[in-house]
């Protein structure tokens, strides 16, 4: 039955002159010839498929393009292309007129009262000429010694710092072993030389200090009677000298320290001490370790280098205005 149904859909074709087929003379065909047909009627109708599946495609497009002859000889087809390029860029310029206005949109009321002020605006800011700012700029003195005295201020609020942590008795160093070093180097010299000024400082008045005591005591021994009492103790005789002595001297500082809550003691400095002797004997008296007793030391060091640095100071200042 299909080879029937072959036969007729390839005689059919071949009478509708879509198969071209080259019959012999004596009409009779061989079973190679149907074979032949056979396969072109096949190749018939897979192009015929294909070409019902490609117009079913372009049956869903939803346009369809405007297609041009590539004829380059004719001055015609130019100036259809000519008109067509003027067309299209007609188009373009009023499509982008368009777009600005389609997003056009309301201006709100902070942009208008914005604008208002602008508008109203009562000041005008002050304009700088590149000129005049580099002489500004060339006019600012720069001090060569600007970094040494940021660096002794720095030091200065350092030390001011543990100095109120020492007072505060909750001080602990967390310093390296080398700064330590360096810092206990550097207190020792200043310590030396804050000693030495001292002294030449002091030595002036020490001696006047030494010459009313000398002409007090004349006066007193003088006036006093030699017959005293022999059975007055050695010792009360001489802590009451040197309490005299302590008295008549002149206190040059005064340092608190804080040993607790609500509990301070007060050390004074007078002429000619130093301060290990004292951060020595406050520390026997207040039983102080060794690390409490050096930073009392230090602390003294420290006060008593300021006063010194306020003295010369003042000395300074009163030598201008002799000046």
Request: proline letters at 3%; aromatic letters at 4%; one cysteine or more.
């Amino acid at each position: 039955q299909f080879r029937e149904k072959v036969l007729e859909e390839t005689a059919n074709l071949i009478d509708n002159q879509l198969i071209k087929v080259n019959i012999p003379e004596n009409g009779q065909i061989t079973h190679a010839d149907l074979l032949v047909l056979q396969k072109k009627a096949v190749e018939y109708h897979k192009e015929q498929k294909k070409q019902e599946i490609l117009q079913q495609q372009l049956d869903k497009c939803p346009f369809k393009p405007q297609l041009m002859s590539n004829s380059n000889g004719s001055c015609q087809n130019i100036d259809e292309r000519k008109s067509q390029s003027k067309k299209s860029e007609k188009y373009l310029q009023l499509y982008s007129l368009a777009k600005p206005t389609t997003q056009k949109r309301d201006r709100t009321t902070e942009e208008i009262e914005y604008e208002r002020q602008q508008e109203e605006c009562t000041f005008q800011p002050g304009l700088i000429n590149k000129g005049s700012q580099q002489q500004k700029q060339e006019s600012h003195f720069v001090n060569k010694d600007v970094d040494k005295t940021v660096q002794r201020m720095r030091q200065a609020r350092q030390r001011r710092e543990e100095v109120q942590g020492m007072l505060e008795r909750g001080y602990k160093s967390n310093k390296p072993v080398q700064q330590q070093q360096q810092s206990n180097q550097q207190t020792k010299v200043s310590r030396s030389q804050s000693q030495n000024q001292l002294k030449q400082t002091t030595q002036s008045s020490r001696q006047k200090s030494l010459q009313s005591q000398e002409s007090q005591q004349m006066n007193t021994y003088q006036s006093q009677n030699f017959h005293m009492d022999e059975s007055q103790p050695k010792d009360e005789q001489s802590v009451g000298r040197s309490g005299s002595q302590q008295d008549e001297r002149i206190p040059l500082l005064f340092v608190d320290v804080n040993l607790g809550p609500n509990k301070t003691e007060r050390i004074v400095v007078y002429e000619g001490d130093q301060s290990c002797d004292l951060a020595a004997r406050f520390a026997q008296e207040h039983n102080l370790d060794e690390f409490m007793q050096e930073k009392l030391k230090e602390l003294l060091d420290y006060q008593i280098s300021g006063l010194l640095t306020k003295i010369d100071e003042e000395e300074g200042a009163l030598s201008d205005n002799d000046q």
